[in-house]
């Protein structure tokens, strides 16, 4: 069983940084058919959760204009963790952060498309002005 452990949130002031991490364990192989897609999401109060970070088995990643150039998703396979840096916060980054994970077919995008089976129990981020 897949499971993946957020740390690393908390409160800044805007245009500050923090660094998420995304803990994980109990996975398989990906195999000739698939691959693994991981991402980060978040879900601000009363709005819908949001795919903003992809980052597939060979490094691709893919972000939402929104975030683009301020955040970089990375990972360190020795150390099974799913990275998120954020830089130049803002207020409306503030969010319960989600990391997720999913397998897709080998010639499938790493993005929003995915389907995502694993998650994370989340981590609050919150900038003020």
């Known amino acids: 069983q897949v499971q993946l452990v957020e740390s690393g949130g908390g409160s800044v002031q805007a245009g500050g940084s923090l660094r998420l991490s995304c803990a994980t364990s109990?996975?398989?192989?990906?195999?000739?058919?698939?691959?693994?897609?991981m991402a980060w999401f978040r879900q601000a109060p009363e709005k819908e959760r949001e795919g903003f970070a992809y980052i597939d088995d060979d490094g691709t990643t893919n972000y939402i204009n929104s975030v683009e150039g301020r955040f970089t998703v990375s990972k360190d396979i020795a150390a099974n963790t799913l990275y998120l840096q954020m830089d130049n916060l803002q207020p409306e980054d503030t969010a319960m952060y989600y990391c997720a994970a999913g397998q897709i077919s080998l010639w499938a995008s790493c993005d929003s498309s995915a389907d995502f089976a694993y998650w994370g129990q989340g981590t609050q981020v919150t900038v003020s002005a």
């Open positions: 109990g996975y398989t192989s990906s195999t000739s058919y698939n691959k693994y897609c």
